[in-house]
């Protein structure tokens, strides 16, 4: 069963707009999210994280969101810049687990 | 300093040949993992070390899937006998201690089986 899911492949947004990226999630265990960037032919970059404790985190233009009660997160870029263009996946951590569980990943096209 | 690197970054072999994939984590880093890419999905858990054990091995497939990290640092993930469904982009990711949140990842190895 897929326990974290993203649901849109792809996503196009103009240069200077928000970006949203939706993640949804289904064990009620995981007490840690996280989002990573990953460009072609490398391995996935950090990016922000979230404790479940929290509602929000911000580090500069990026920002995510945790609604719990939905089992949803979702990150903003803003402003996108065409640098942000990659696939971005999202990431749950169970404290007493040993694994990240990632989405499907999601590619952003930012256009100039 | 230097990140996780990974070797080959490309590994083409023929069906029901062994292939062995290498990870150097970060200098320092207790845990290391290994995961699958397959196209188009988000990596899948294979496998965990904290220093030279296999903490969780759960993830691992099958019996062709093998992995060892004998002094704590390298680890080599090897594969028996192999698919072409094992094609997919092995990933390693390394964290200082275990608590494993926000790991580092290796650019990966793409393994091709024909």
């Known amino acids: 069963d897929q326990q974290v899911k993203q649901n849109s492949p792809s996503l196009s947004v103009q240069e200077g707009r928000i970006s949203i990226l939706n993640c949804d999630y289904t064990?009620?265990?995981?007490?840690?999210f996280l989002w990573y960037k990953k460009y072609p032919a490398e391995g996935p970059t950090f990016l922000i994280s979230?404790?479940?404790?929290?509602d929000k985190n911000e580090d500069g233009r990026f920002t995510v969101f945790l609604n719990k009660s939905a089992k949803h997160l979702s990150l903003h870029i803003v402003p996108s810049q065409p640098g942000d263009s990659a696939v971005y996946f999202c990431?749950?951590?169970?404290?007493?687990?040993?694994?990240?569980?990632f989405g499907e990943g999601t590619q952003l096209t930012v256009n100039p | 300093g230097a990140g996780v690197s990974q070797t080959p970054s490309n590994k083409v072999t023929e069906k029901g040949k062994y292939v062995e994939l290498r990870c150097d984590p970060i200098?320092?880093?207790?845990?290391l993992y290994w995961y699958r890419q397959s196209l188009g999905q988000g990596p899948e858990f294979l496998i965990y070390?904290?220093?030279?054990?296999?903490?969780?091995d759960s993830g691992l497939p099958n019996d062709r899937f093998f992995a060892v990290r004998p002094e704590g640092s390298v680890s080599t993930l090897k594969i028996q006998r192999t698919e072409r469904g094992d094609s997919a982009v092995y990933l390693c990711?390394?964290?200082?201690?275990?608590?494993?949140?926000?790991?580092?990842f290796g650019p990966g190895t793409r393994l091709t089986v024909l």
């Open positions: 990431a749950a951590w169970e404290t007493s687990g040993s694994r990240l569980t």
């Open positions: 064990n009620s265990m995981f007490d840690y």
């Open positions: 979230i404790s479940s404790i929290k």
């Open positions: 200098s320092g880093h207790t845990a």
């Open positions: 070390f904290q220093g030279t054990g296999a903490a969780d």
């Open positions: 990711a390394s964290h200082p201690s275990g608590g494993g949140n926000e790991q580092f």
